[in-house]
């Protein structure tokens, strides 16, 4: 019972920390692949798909 318990603690623990850096290394990744191509492109695109969602995991586990 108790190992579940930390189990699941520890799943929300990791994914409250590593969401927000996901977030923010995709974001990075596209605005700089944007720069670089002068407007968005495919991987960028999917950048921002990935932020977005990471953002409303995060929002999610809130």
Request: positive net charge; glycine residues 4%.
């Amino acid at each position: 019972m108790w190992a579940l318990i930390f189990r699941r603690l520890r799943l929300l623990v990791m994914l409250a920390v590593l969401l927000p850096v996901i977030a923010a290394v995709s974001r990075r990744l596209a605005d700089r692949s944007e720069r670089r191509h002068a407007g968005p492109t495919l991987g960028s695109r999917g950048l921002r798909l990935v932020e977005s969602t990471a953002h409303r995991a995060r929002s999610f586990l809130r």
